[in-house]
């Protein structure tokens, strides 16, 4: 499969994820980005996107997207794979509140910049792994 300009837009883009630059990802972001989590909550604004960014880097200090697969139609991308993480909570210990998630992502690209980037992933898998982690026993 041959890789368009969107492609390597929205892979850049999970690798400033992965990188956990905030910054960079706002300069692969339209004006108009809208940012929707897999509930559905939508964020829009440069402000309230570092916000969001940032808090979910803090919250999640290894936040990884692992991408297995993706493919466009135009200027949309569709990416599947993983993201994984531990949950921070303050003064606890990330790596016994460690989940992996399937997910899906959905990318807009215009002008070589996200326009839209939507979360598909599994909500309660990953609740579900935080819950198992808190209940089970130290080590």
Same mark, same amino acid.
């Not at 992965?18 to 300069?27: G, K, M, S, Y």
């Not at 949950?87 to 215009?110: C, F, H, I, L, M």
């Given at each position: 499969?041959?890789?368009?300009?969107?492609?390597?837009?929205?892979?850049?883009?999970?690798?400033?994820?992965? %990188?956990?630059?905030? *910054?960079?990802? $706002?300069? #692969?972001?339209?004006?108009?980005?809208? !940012?929707?989590? @897999?509930? +559905?909550?939508?964020?829009?604004?440069?402000?309230?996107?570092?916000?969001?960014?940032?808090?979910?880097?803090?919250?999640?200090?290894?936040? %990884?997207?692992?991408? *297995?697969?993706? $493919?466009? #139609?135009?200027?949309?991308?569709?990416? !599947?794979?993983? @993201?994984? +993480?531990?949950?921070?909570?303050?003064?606890?210990?990330?790596?016994?509140?460690?989940?992996?998630?399937?997910?899906?992502?959905?990318?807009?690209?215009?002008?070589?910049?996200?326009?839209?980037?939507?979360?598909?992933?599994?909500?309660?898998?990953?609740?579900?792994?935080?819950?198992?982690?808190?209940?089970?026993?130290?080590?």
């Amino acid at each position: 499969m041959d890789e368009t300009d969107a492609d390597r837009v929205a892979l850049r883009f999970v690798n400033e994820i992965n %990188r956990h630059d905030v *910054e960079a990802l $706002l300069a #692969l972001t339209s004006p108009d980005h809208v !940012f929707v989590d @897999a509930r +559905g909550h939508e964020v829009r604004g440069r402000d309230r996107l570092r916000e969001a960014w940032t808090a979910r880097f803090a919250r999640c200090p290894d936040y %990884r997207v692992v991408i *297995e697969h993706h $493919l466009h #139609l135009g200027a949309v991308v569709g990416l !599947f794979g993983t @993201a994984t +993480g531990s949950d921070a909570e303050p003064g606890g210990d990330p790596a016994a509140r460690r989940w992996k998630s399937p997910a899906a992502w959905r990318a807009v690209v215009r002008d070589g910049r996200i326009e839209r980037w939507q979360v598909y992933g599994d909500e309660a898998t990953m609740r579900r792994a935080l819950t198992e982690a808190v209940a089970r026993p130290p080590v």
